[in-house]
C-alpha cells in the first residue's frame, strides 16, 4: 500500500479522485459532514453537459476507469421558449446532455460513485466536518455561497420525456429556467444569476410558464434549491491543499454545468499524484480554456439579454445545436480577450471573514485573493 491520502467532501469531485487514487494502490480517508452523499441534492434531475468537449462524457467517464453505475438517459432534442412568446425546437445528430439525478437514492450518479469508491477501500467517515487542516489534503468541499441559485421542485408526471428551458429575464434574470422530464418524474428550476431575494417568485413564474404552455400535469411536487460557486484563481495548490471540483471554483460559468469540471479536476488530481506531476500545470492546461470560455459566453450572453435571447434561440434551432455550442466552448483569442474584460466584471461571493491570513490553515479560504471571479494575485 502507498501512502494515505486525505479528501474532504464525498462530492464528485472528492470521490473521484478517491476511486482514482484507491485503484492506485493508495490509502483514502474521506470526510464527509453529511451522514450521506448527495445531501445538498433532492435527487432533482441535472444535465450532464456533452458540449464542451469533442469526446463524449461517457466515454469520457469511461477512460477515466468510471463504472456508469448510476441511471443515465441521452437527451439530443428540446424546446427553447423565449421572451418573445416563441416556443423554437432545437435538434443535434449527438446527444447534447445526459439527464442524471442527483442525492442520496440508489440511482444517483453520487450513489454510483460512492458504491465504486467504497468497494474499492476508500473509507468514507460521514458526519465529519472539517474546517481547519494541516498537511497535504484534496479540498472538495464543493461551493461555500451562492454566485449562482437554483430554485425549483421535483414532481412525478404523466407527461413524455422532454427537455425544455426558459431563457427570459421575466422567469429567470440573467439565468435561465429549465423543466427535465423522464420516466414519469419531472424536475423544473429557475437559475438565477440575480435578484436572489426573489427566487421564490421566480420560482412561481416559472412553474406557471412551463404548465400553461406544455399542459404539463404535476403531483407529489417538492421545493428544492441550491447554489454555487464560481471564480477563477491561478493556483489549485495552496499551503499544500489541493481545490477541485467547485471548491476550486470550477463551473461553468455560462449555465452552471459544473458536474463535468467536478469529476475532471478529481480525476486530475488523483494522476497528478500518482503520477507525479504538477497540478496547477495539468488542470491550466485542461480545464482553463474551457473556463475561461464559458466565462466570455456568459458576458456575451448577459450582454444579449432579453431582446437578444431569441436570436440566440433561433440560431441554436437553425444549426446542430449540440455542434454550435460545442464551436462556443472552443478557446480563441477572441473569447480569451473577452474572458479578461468579463473576469474584471463579475466578483465572487465567496471570503472567508474568519480567517486571520497567518499561517491560514482554512480549507476553502481565499485570503489573498479580494474576492474578484478573475482575480489572479496569488
Ligand atoms: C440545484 C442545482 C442544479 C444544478 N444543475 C446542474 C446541472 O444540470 N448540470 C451540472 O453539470 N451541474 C449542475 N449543478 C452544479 C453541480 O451540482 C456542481 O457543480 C457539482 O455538484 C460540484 O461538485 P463538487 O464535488 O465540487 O461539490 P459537491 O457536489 O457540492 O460536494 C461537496 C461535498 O463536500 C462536503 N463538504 C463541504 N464542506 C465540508 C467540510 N468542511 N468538511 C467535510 N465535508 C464537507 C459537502 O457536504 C458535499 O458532500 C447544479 C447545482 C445545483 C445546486
Known sequence: MKEGINIIGAGLAGLTAAITLARNG??????????????????????????????????????????LDFDYSPYSD?????????????????????????????ETIDYGLKRQAEECGVVINFGKRI???KGRVIVATGPKSGDIIASGITFETDAPDIAAIIFDDATAPKGYGYL????????????????????????????????SRLHLNIR??????????????????????????????FQDYLWGFGMRYAIRSGYLVA?????????DTAWKRSLRPTLEASLANRYLFEWLGSRGYGYLANKLSSRDSRDLLNKHYNSSFAK???SLVAARKYSSRVKDSECNHDNCSCVWCRCVQNGQLGVVRD
Not at 223 to 249: D, I, P, T
Request: aromatic share 16%; hydrophobic share 35%; proline share 1%.
Open 336 to 338: 480569451r480577450l473577452i
Open 271 to 279: 494522476r497528478s499524484i500518482i503520477e507525479g506531476f504538477d497540478y
Open 26 to 67: 493508495f490509502a483514502v480517508t474521506v470526510f464527509e459532514q453529511h451522514s450521506d452523499v448527495g445531501f445538498r441534492f433532492n435527487n432533482d434531475f441535472q444535465g450532464l453537459e456533452n458540449w464542451s468537449s469533442e469526446v463524449d462524457v461517457i466515454q469520457e467517464f469511461t477512460e477515466m476507469g468510471l463504472r
Open 131 to 133: 474546517d481547519k487542516y
Open 180 to 211: 427535465l422530464v423522464s420516466r414519469g418524474r419531472g424536475t423544473i428550476a429557475s437559475v438565477l444569476f440575480r435578484e436572489f431575494r426573489k427566487a421564490d417568485y421566480y420560482r412561481t413564474v416559472c412553474i406557471d410558464r412551463f404548465k
Open 78 to 106: 428540446g424546446l427553447i421558449f423565449t421572451p418573445q412568446g416563441e416556443v423554437i425546437s432545437v435538434k443535434s445528430s449527438k446527444t447534447s446532455f445526459y439527464l442524471v439525478s442527483r442525492g442520496s437514492r440508489s
Open 220 to 249: 407529489a411536487e417538492r421545493k428544492f434549491g441550491g447554489f454555487g460557486n464560481f471564480f477563477l484563481r491561478k493556483h489549485q495548490n495552496r499551503n499544500n491543499k489541493l481545490y477541485v471540483g467547485e471548491a476550486a471554483g
